[in-house]
Structure formats: C-alpha cells, structure tokens
C-alpha cells in the first residue's frame, strides 16, 4: 500500500514538472511577443506622427499652390481687361491648373487608400 502511495505521489509530481515547463514556456512566448508588440506600437506611433507631418505638408503645398493659382488668375484677368493676355499666359494657367487637378487626385486616391486599409 505504502508503495503505491509512493507510486502514485511520483506521477502526480512528474505531471506536475510537465506542467510547470509548459508554463515557463508559455511566460518566455509571452514575453517575446510582448516585447515585439511594443517594438511594433513603437514603430505605429512613429510611422503614424510621418504620415500626419506628410498630410499637413500636402495640404500646405496644395494651399499654397491654390493661392498662387488665384493670383495668377487676377494677373490674367487684369491683362485681358487690357488686352495683353498671351499664349504664353494661357498655356501657364492651363499648366497650373493641371497641377491642382493633379495634387486633387493624389489626395482622393490616398483617402480612399487608407479607407479600403
């Protein structure tokens, strides 16, 4: 009786060592993935401050480039009140408005980009 007492008391402590590896184990995976999901919040938070500072300067070069196009457009319209308007003139308002139309696309297709994200 004495010796399965013992028999049964070495089992029980052998499924105990098992199961104290498997959670060792299971700590060291936890914290592998645990250091590389702050590497990775790291990198988001890093890579999302980028994407802010491009948005703005986007925006600001779009503005800046609205404006110009609108002082263009009232240096045009005050040189054909005096009949001056040239080709030259013409084929520059048409470039710069290809530009907007340009600059308008880039930012749609970046939107909608990040919505199918």
Same mark, same amino acid.
């Given at each position: 009786m004495h010796s399965d007492l013992v028999k049964s008391l070495c089992e029980k402590m052998d499924v105990m060592k098992e199961a104290y590896r498997s959670y060792e184990e299971a700590i060291k995976v936890f914290e592998e993935a645990d =250091? &590389?999901? =702050?590497?990775?919040? *790291?990198? /988001?938070?890093?890579?999302?401050? *980028?994407?802010? /500072?491009?948005? &703005?300067? /986007?925006?600001k070069a779009n503005n800046d480039l609205s404006d110009y196009l609108e002082e263009m457009k009232n240096v045009e319209e005050t040189e054909? *009140?005096?009949?001056?308007?040239? +080709?030259?003139? =013409?084929? &520059? +308002? /048409?470039y710069a408005l290809g530009g907007v139309l340009g600059f308008a696309g880039v930012a749609l297709t970046g939107k909608r980009a990040r919505k199918e994200d």
């Open positions: =250091t &590389l999901n =702050t590497e990775n919040v *790291k990198a /988001l938070d890093v890579a999302s401050q *980028k994407y802010v /500072l491009a948005q &703005l300067d /986007l925006e054909d *009140k005096e009949n001056v308007n040239t +080709g030259a003139q =013409t084929a &520059l +308002g /048409l």
